[in-house]
């Protein structure tokens, strides 16, 4: 007897603690919704910064021959070179001498196509003047810059001069090499000393390549190029800032020389980044204290007014600007002096959002 005695004592102490825990259960409040039991809660404060949405992103650029120019009609032999490769032509320039004669290059809507006399009329007399404007032989423009004068034929005589025609009033065409525009970087040059004169329409000097189009791609396969529609983004690289057709992803025309200034000549693409125009201003948490429910809602939980000697919470709704490295950036929802719960899916009996 006394040994069955001992087993039912030995069965009562093990079912005591158990019968303790059932009656805790059974009385403990099941409905004090927002309110922590268990683990212990994080606190934390948002954090306000700038969203830039910044993404890194590859310019392929494609670039196009450079410009060109041309001899006018020569003929005789090139008895001096006065560029040479990497040099900048300006207005104006001495490019070579043929037969003893320079020869000037001049950036100007169009080339010289006729000789011009005293009493010559046109618009290209009016390229005239500004020529002998820009070289210094007039100092300023004539009433009539259409109308070669006495004038003008005698600066004209006196800019034969310079270049080595002697006793000339006559402009003559062949002494100027047109540019598209200055000042013209010289690439190539095919002009040699002591060669017979480049005959007309020649290549005599060749620019730079020039870049065509700057085109984005994202810097990542895995990581594809995301654009809010309707938010303005630019391009940055370094300190500049490029505007791009978000629809095309190419860098707008009026933008590509200054984007070329900002590259190797010739790269087939650079890195950039891509950000937002105007910056949002966003309050950070930690991810984890962002939750949702079945229909897709969002919610963050704050404390709230204590219930009955506890801790509570409740949920806000909220938007976000996105999420990167276990951070999300809240537009709307909290505010700077919120305490938020950075865990909410362990402290809470349901975390979901209402």
Request: glycine share 6%.
């Amino acid at each position: 007897m006394r040994y069955r005695s001992n087993i039912w004592l030995a069965i009562g102490a093990l079912l005591a603690p158990l019968a303790f825990l059932i009656a805790v259960r059974i009385w403990t409040d099941d409905d004090l919704e927002g309110v922590t039991f268990d683990a212990e809660p994080l606190i934390v404060t948002p954090t306000q910064r700038q969203v830039r949405d910044q993404q890194r992103v590859k310019v392929v650029l494609e670039w196009k021959e450079g410009a060109v120019l041309r001899a006018p009609g020569w003929s005789g032999l090139v008895t001096a070179v006065y560029v040479e490769p990497g040099a900048e032509i300006t207005q104006g320039q001495r490019i070579v001498a043929i037969d003893g004669v320079d020869r000037v290059a001049f950036a100007r809507p169009s080339p010289f196509h006729r000789m011009l006399a005293s009493g010559a009329k046109g618009a290209d007399v009016s390229l005239l003047h500004d020529l002998l404007l820009t070289m210094g032989f007039i100092e300023a423009l004539p009433t009539d810059p259409e109308f070669v004068s006495f004038a003008t034929s005698l600066a004209v005589e006196e800019f034969n001069t310079s270049l080595g025609i002697a006793s000339s009033n006559v402009f003559d065409p062949a002494v100027v090499i047109w540019m598209p525009f200055a000042p013209f970087l010289v690439a190539t040059l095919n002009v040699e000393l002591g060669a017979a004169a480049p005959g007309a329409n020649s290549v005599i000097v060749t620019g730079t390549p020039a870049l065509a189009s700057g085109r984005l791609e994202a810097a990542s396969p895995v990581e594809p190029i995301a654009l809010d529609r309707g938010v303005p983004y630019v391009v940055l690289k370094g300190d500049t800032r490029l505007d791009f057709d978000p629809e095309t992803l190419t860098v707008k025309v009026e933008e590509v020389s200054a984007l070329a200034d900002l590259v190797t000549p010739l790269a087939d693409r650079t890195d950039a980044l891509v950000e937002r125009e105007t910056p949002l201003r966003a309050l950070a948490v930690p991810a984890t204290a962002i939750v949702t429910n079945a229909a897709g809602n969002l919610c963050a939980w704050v404390v709230d007014a204590p219930n009955n000697g506890r801790t509570a919470y409740k949920a806000v709704p909220v938007t976000l600007a996105g999420s990167r490295s276990g951070v999300t950036d809240v537009l709307s929802g909290l505010g700077p002096t919120h305490q938020v719960l950075a865990n909410p899916s362990d402290v809470l009996d349901d975390a979901r959002c209402p």
